[in-house]
């Protein structure tokens, strides 16, 4: 783990273990790829998420599961550390690929 979350709001980042891509455990248990849609636990819950994803790991459903730091703005959680902004959007080489290319629910596509 290269990221040692300490903050009061805090969400669950990992791998899915089938195609290696970045998901965040979202509400319900479910993982997520859009790391807007993570939950968001504070206090004991923190300790509940990642016992949820061990579970999860246990399951070969994900792999190098961590907590980061995030906060909510606008509804949506984000990441407070740069690795972790990266790790959302994708390949950092082709802005045109990966998640940083695909519209937000947030802001309109743009206009061909």
């Known amino acids: 783990m ?10 669950i980042a990992a791998n ?3 195609d290696g891509v970045a998901v965040w455990l979202g509400n319900g248990g479910r993982w997520v790829e859009r790391v807007g ?3 968001v636990f504070q206090g004991p819950g923190i300790e509940a998420a990642l016992a949820e994803a061990a579970a999860a ?3 070969q459903l994900v792999v190098d599961t961590y907590p980061i730091d995030v906060e ?3 509804g ?5 550390h740069m690795r972790e902004r990266m790790k959302a959007l ?6 045109d690929l990966g ?3 695909e519209p937000s629910p947030q802001k309109p596509a743009a206009a061909a």
Not at 2 to 11: F, M, N
Not at 76 to 80: A, G, I, R
Not at 90 to 95: A, M
């Open 99 to 101: 998640k940083q290319a």
């Open 57 to 59: 790991v246990k399951a």
């Open 76 to 80: 949506e959680t984000v990441p407070l």
């Open 16 to 18: 899915r273990l089938t």
């Open 90 to 95: 994708g390949p950092s080489v082709r802005p």
């Open 37 to 39: 849609d993570a939950a």
């Open 72 to 74: 909510v703005r606008d």
């Open 2 to 11: 290269l990221v040692k979350a300490k903050g009061p709001l805090q969400s």
